[in-house]
């Protein structure tokens, strides 16, 4: 599996998952076993690189071997190992990591060692990144309440994963271990989604209202769009726009499950596309969940730091840039932008905000942190703007900032009087519902079509 997976053709999650259908024989508990070794591995690279340089025979089996002992024990291998292998493994044990240089001992490119060492307390935020993620789900507002479901998940077979509320989010449960929560028949009627509690506050940001015109302009799988579109009591219109047709597919779904009824997935060719441009000044609440670097999920998707490269994140923070001047437009006079990453990196982050009101005067900063402070009490951040550490919230590491346009600010290029008006409260055609389709609404809405 090594092998195959160090080649980084694919990401890890993916190539895995190609593996063990490709190997149907092996039970549950083998999977379960090979997939945490395969995690370890890719947490640890770097330092089980340097410890292999000692032993002989095959990188990727010695690579193989420490996972493997950091995960079952190196008393479990005993019977699989030459005399050779077993004494290397017993030499390697012994040695300190604390005598290792910081970026071998946390497993960094150099490049991230140097970027993460900027921020507060580096050493620990790069531990809690190398250690595995618990599994956070969330309720479907729409459809249960927190504790109804967490005393129904206690009182199941699940409550060997001990089942406990997130510190912060109002709709989290946190999971030790890695059920198959696909088969829970709270999953399969739309009560619980999969979502990690950073992810669930932004949408305290967002602040969705009932009857809002709102977009989640990189939409994705779905994830945040469910919560907006609960929050909204399935009422106003909700658009979930991304340019990749597979990834809404993928989230028809979930939007079946949810119940909701106000969401319209659209596939739109790119930040200019002119779908885009007719809702120029219409959303009351426009949120921007940028492609990033991804270096705050590392728990759960330890290869990104093997697959990112430094050059990549030029054309990362363009792609940003263009993308959150795009969704700009269509926020209306008084209404709020929400600009997130799942990123640790100041370039992707405070930089690309700073940039953005720099050239956005229109536009004025909000205290992200104070806002979430007002709802989740127990969130110490510093503002203005939102910084989410798994060392420090336990969540993923989550970037965002909030942005208000001016009432009094001039309406976009292709923004008309009406629409203008129809900000401030959304006419009755503009926010009728088509018949549903799969849970979402269908039809191509009126702001939407073809003049």
């Known amino acids: 599996m090594l092998g195959e997976i160090l080649q980084w053709r694919y990401p890890a999650d993916a190539a895995l998952s190609h593996w063990l259908r490709a190997h149907p024989a092996l039970g549950g508990r083998d999977r379960g076993e090979v997939a945490e070794a395969v ?181 994705g799988a779905g994830g945040k769009s469910l919560l907006l579109g609960a929050l909204m009591r399935s009422t106003g219109r909700l658009y979930a726009f991304d340019v990749s047709a597979a990834r809404l597919a993928r989230a028809k779904p979930r939007f079946a499950r949810s119940g909701l009824s106000n969401v319209v997935p659209v596939a739109i060719d790119g930040e200019n596309d002119t779908r885009v441009k007719r809702l120029a000044g219409k959303a009351q609440r426009v949120l921007v969940d940028a492609p990033c670097s991804g270096i705050g999920t590392l728990r759960r998707n330890p290869d990104l730091k093997w697959r990112q490269h430094p050059e990549a994140l030029a054309e990362l923070c363009a792609l940003q840039a263009r993308i959150l001047n795009s969704a700009a437009r269509c926020v209306a006079p008084g209404g709020r932008l929400v600009y997130a990453t799942c990123s640790l990196l100041d370039e992707e982050n405070a930089a690309q905000a700073e940039q953005f009101l720099a050239t956005h005067p229109d536009f004025e900063l909000i205290d992200g942190a104070a806002l979430l402070e007002s709802r989740c009490p127990d969130l110490q951040l510093e503002g203005p703007y939102v910084q989410l550490r798994p060392d420090v919230h336990g969540t993923d590491g989550f970037f965002a900032a909030v942005f208000e346009r001016k009432k009094n600010a001039a309406r976009p290029a292709g923004e008309t009087a009406g629409a203008a008006a129809a900000a401030g409260a959304p006419e009755p055609a503009e926010v009728a519902e088509a018949a549903p389709a799969d849970g979402a609404a269908a039809g191509q809405p009126d702001e939407l079509a073809q003049s």
């Open 39 to 219: 995690y370890d591995v890719l947490r640890h690279l770097r330092r089980y690189r340097q410890l292999s340089e000692s032993g002989s025979g095959a990188a990727s089996r010695r690579l193989a071997i420490l996972g493997l002992a950091a995960t079952l024990g190196a008393a479990a291998l005993r019977d699989g190992l030459d005399p050779a292998e077993d004494e290397w493994l017993q030499r390697v044990g012994r040695i300190d990591p604390a005598t290792l240089p910081r970026a071998v001992r946390a497993s960094m490119p150099d490049w991230l060692d140097e970027r993460l060492g900027r921020l507060d307390d580096p050493d620990a935020l790069m531990a809690a990144l190398n250690r595995p993620a618990p599994l956070d789900l969330r309720v479907n507002p729409l459809k249960a309440e927190r504790d109804a479901a967490l005393a129904a998940l206690v009182d199941s077979p699940a409550a060997r994963f001990d089942p406990q509320p997130t510190p912060h989010s109002p709709w989290g449960i946190r999971l030790a271990g890695r059920p198959a929560v696909n088969r829970w028949p709270q999953f399969e009627n739309g009560s619980l989604e999969v979502q990690d509690e950073g992810s669930q506050l932004l949408a305290l940001l967002v602040g969705p209202r009932r009857g809002e015109m709102i977009i989640d302009f990189c939409a």
